[in-house]
Protein backbone atom coordinates (compact mmCIF):
# COMPACT_ATOMS: atom_id res chain seq x y z
CA UNK A 1 0.00 0.00 0.00
CA UNK A 2 0.94 3.24 -1.11
CA UNK A 3 0.17 6.13 1.20
CA UNK A 4 0.67 10.05 0.72
CA UNK A 5 -0.65 12.55 3.17
CA UNK A 6 -2.10 15.40 1.59
CA UNK A 7 -2.21 19.44 2.40
CA UNK A 8 -3.15 22.01 -0.08
CA UNK A 9 -2.03 25.55 -0.30
CA UNK A 10 -5.74 26.61 -0.19
CA UNK A 11 -6.91 25.73 2.77
CA UNK A 12 -5.61 26.22 6.09
CA UNK A 13 -2.34 23.89 7.04
CA UNK A 14 -2.62 21.74 9.73
CA UNK A 15 -1.32 22.39 13.01
CA UNK A 16 0.97 19.50 13.27
CA UNK A 17 0.82 15.88 13.45
CA UNK A 18 -1.59 15.33 11.12
CA UNK A 19 -2.36 15.69 7.38
CA UNK A 20 -5.57 17.23 6.20
CA UNK A 21 -6.13 14.31 3.98
CA UNK A 22 -4.29 11.75 2.98
CA UNK A 23 -4.90 8.83 -0.02
CA UNK A 24 -3.92 5.56 -0.06
CA UNK A 25 -3.44 3.31 -3.10
CA UNK A 26 -2.79 -0.58 -3.65
CA UNK A 27 -4.54 -0.88 -0.53
CA UNK A 28 -6.25 -4.54 -0.25
CA UNK A 29 -7.25 -4.55 3.40
CA UNK A 30 -9.24 -2.04 5.29
CA UNK A 31 -9.87 -2.32 8.85
CA UNK A 32 -12.73 0.24 10.63
CA UNK A 33 -11.75 0.12 14.61
CA UNK A 34 -15.17 0.92 16.61
CA UNK A 35 -14.59 3.62 19.39
CA UNK A 36 -11.91 2.71 21.49
CA UNK A 37 -12.59 3.21 24.97
CA UNK A 38 -10.66 3.96 28.32
CA UNK A 39 -11.06 0.26 29.88
CA UNK A 40 -8.70 -2.34 30.94
CA UNK A 41 -9.81 -5.84 29.77
CA UNK A 42 -10.69 -6.18 34.19
CA UNK A 43 -12.88 -3.43 33.97
CA UNK A 44 -11.10 -0.44 35.60
CA UNK A 45 -10.90 2.88 34.21
CA UNK A 46 -7.75 4.70 34.66
CA UNK A 47 -8.78 8.61 36.90
CA UNK A 48 -6.02 11.23 35.02
CA UNK A 49 -7.07 12.19 31.50
CA UNK A 50 -3.30 10.90 30.43
CA UNK A 51 -3.80 7.51 31.56
CA UNK A 52 -7.07 7.30 30.02
CA UNK A 53 -5.81 8.60 26.55
CA UNK A 54 -2.45 6.22 26.76
CA UNK A 55 -5.31 3.02 27.33
CA UNK A 56 -7.40 3.82 24.86
CA UNK A 57 -4.43 3.77 22.45
CA UNK A 58 -3.30 0.48 23.62
CA UNK A 59 -6.75 -0.64 23.10
CA UNK A 60 -7.02 0.85 19.35
CA UNK A 61 -3.81 -0.95 18.86
CA UNK A 62 -4.73 -3.99 20.24
CA UNK A 63 -7.41 -4.12 17.41
CA UNK A 64 -5.11 -3.70 15.16
CA UNK A 65 -2.85 -6.07 16.07
CA UNK A 66 -6.13 -8.85 16.01
CA UNK A 67 -6.61 -7.68 12.54
CA UNK A 68 -2.72 -8.23 11.48
CA UNK A 69 -1.94 -4.33 11.25
CA UNK A 70 -0.42 -1.59 13.88
CA UNK A 71 -0.62 1.60 14.47
CA UNK A 72 1.20 2.42 11.44
CA UNK A 73 -1.30 1.46 9.24
CA UNK A 74 -3.71 3.95 10.69
CA UNK A 75 -5.03 6.53 7.67
CA UNK A 76 -7.87 8.44 9.76
CA UNK A 77 -8.72 8.70 13.78
CA UNK A 78 -11.50 10.16 15.37
CA UNK A 79 -11.20 11.77 18.93
CA UNK A 80 -14.18 12.49 21.33
CA UNK A 81 -13.35 14.03 23.49
CA UNK A 82 -15.22 15.13 27.12
CA UNK A 83 -14.14 18.06 28.00
CA UNK A 84 -12.64 21.02 25.95
CA UNK A 85 -9.56 21.18 28.55
CA UNK A 86 -7.79 18.49 27.61
CA UNK A 87 -7.28 18.76 23.97
CA UNK A 88 -3.28 19.21 24.74
CA UNK A 89 -2.75 16.67 26.67
CA UNK A 90 -5.08 14.57 23.74
CA UNK A 91 -2.71 16.00 21.35
CA UNK A 92 0.66 15.27 23.74
CA UNK A 93 -0.18 11.39 24.14
CA UNK A 94 -1.71 11.09 20.03
CA UNK A 95 1.88 12.78 18.95
CA UNK A 96 3.89 10.16 21.67
CA UNK A 97 1.52 7.43 20.65
CA UNK A 98 1.83 8.27 16.41
CA UNK A 99 5.45 9.56 16.49
CA UNK A 100 5.45 10.77 13.06
CA UNK A 101 2.78 9.25 11.19
CA UNK A 102 0.69 11.59 10.10
CA UNK A 103 -2.81 10.62 9.38
CA UNK A 104 -6.27 12.30 8.76
CA UNK A 105 -7.49 13.77 12.51
CA UNK A 106 -10.83 14.80 13.93
CA UNK A 107 -11.38 15.27 17.33
CA UNK A 108 -14.82 16.54 18.93
CA UNK A 109 -15.81 17.83 22.17
CA UNK A 110 -19.05 16.01 22.77
CA UNK A 111 -20.52 13.56 25.46
CA UNK A 112 -19.53 10.27 26.09
CA UNK A 113 -21.56 6.97 26.66
CA UNK A 114 -20.01 6.55 30.32
CA UNK A 115 -19.39 9.76 32.70
CA UNK A 116 -16.35 8.09 33.84
CA UNK A 117 -14.90 8.16 30.11
CA UNK A 118 -12.91 10.92 29.53
CA UNK A 119 -12.48 10.14 25.67
CA UNK A 120 -13.30 7.69 22.84
CA UNK A 121 -11.25 7.17 19.75
CA UNK A 122 -11.90 5.33 16.67
CA UNK A 123 -9.99 5.03 13.87
CA UNK A 124 -9.50 3.31 10.12
CA UNK A 125 -6.72 1.05 8.77
CA UNK A 126 -5.69 0.06 5.60
CA UNK A 127 -2.69 -2.10 4.52
Known amino acids: ???????????????????????????????????????????????????????????????????????ENIIKHTTFLSDRRYRQINSEVRREVLGNLEAALTVIITGIYDEAWLLEIEVIAAS
Open 1 to 71: MNRRSINSPDAPGASGGYAQAVETTGAQRVVYVSGQIPVSRDGKVPETFREQAELAWRNVEAQLHAADMGL
